[in-house]
């Protein structure tokens, strides 16, 4: 260190030479996929550069990003669903502004710092039923949290889970997904069981073996956005009770108003779960951050004794960025009453795409709650269109909604997502701030993408075409 960097002990003063960030993305922000093609997941770009998803966006703010022609994207996908008060709220970038110019002394690791203390209590005000929260780092920590939460406080090794559930992709979140892609080729993972959404019958049946400590269940899933039958969750919960085993609510997408409700589980009287898991839009989509709640008495066994103290925990656990993002983002929730319009934006999408069902054979379904939308697709009854939907389900499932979702992007610069391999449904989870505005445009977009495929021709099926030759060429 030289005498002119080495500024004071406590303070070092800033190098003129040094790292500059508005110049290395001027320099070299253009470089961006073959960056990323060279250096992290090269599978990334090319998906990218096939589906036409090869944009450069500059900006972002709300519900919309723009390009470097100032054209802007209206967001239906949020991040997969991290940004539920929009990018870049003034109230969260401040907060983030104001602690780091705090200089706070935080992750000592041997004090308490009163950020993560004030966001538990915060957190648990929303689920008066629970006591306590473990602060990580993402979803699936969240996720590895409860199940190790559970398994400890029960002294059972097994978990069940749903069909088609997604919890995240470290290993134990892992050994509760329920889609063969993505635990092929990295077993063994532990000792788990699916059971089908809504099936008390098949869930008794595992509980009845008495090695259960939980069933993890998403209320609504990510991956197709179906919901258990009404009264479902009310009954596992019981079930669950009888047998000694525990509940987890997986609210990592469906939490912090994202279904019109702050909690998914709370649509159902009576559903009290032992163990909540947070993450996504708690922090604004700013700073990572994961968060499980739980019962007093799961924690006070895993945290027994003095010597237990470090059972579980993580090193960036309650930083000081991330929770001040999270008090930011509760208090956005309420003073904007996001929540409820969530909740009322949401029923007014959901209505107006429902009632297009009737106009366009190829659209099946519209559902799902709040914000959390779920639009499927299916086989169409005439004939002309018949033979070209057969053309798609022969190369790949899914194509057709991934033919939707291109057209929204390109023509009408809108980004959303198919909801999961192999799947004809198309999942939107935009900001929840949005309003009439944006439900019109999509409504507008999705209407004329929707006209163009049941004309049977054009660009829309030349695209289609495509996506068949390199669905087959990837086999
Ligand atoms: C229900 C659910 N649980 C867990 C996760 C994992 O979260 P993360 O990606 O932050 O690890 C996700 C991510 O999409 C999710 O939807």
Redesign the pocket.
Known sequence: MTADTAGTAGAPAASAKGFDLTRLLAERGAERYDLHARHLNHQLPRMLHTIGFDKVYERAEGAYFWDADGQDYLDMLAG??VMGVGRHHPVVRKALHDVLDASLADLTRFDCQPLPGLLAEKLLSYAPHLDRVFFGN??????ETALKFARYATGRPRVLYCDHA????TTG?LSVNGESGFRDGFAPLLPDTAVPLGDLAALERELARGDVAAFVI?PIQ?KGVHEAPPGYLRAAQELLHRHKALLIA?E???GVGRTGDFFAYQHEAGVEPDLV?V??ALSGGYVPV?ATLGKDWIFKKVYSSMDRVLVHSASFGANAQAMAAGLAVLSVLEDEQVVANARRTGDLLRTRLAALTGKYELLHDVRGRGLMIGIEFGKPSSLGLRSRWAMLQAARKGLFAQMVVAPLLQKHRILTQVSGDHLEVIKLIPPLIIGEREVDRFVDAFTAVMDDAHGGGGLLWDFGRTLVKQAVANR
């Open positions: 997969f669903g993402s979803g699936t920590e969240a996720v997604f919890h995240g992709l979140s998403e990510g997986d990592v997408q469906t898991c993450a996504k994961g």
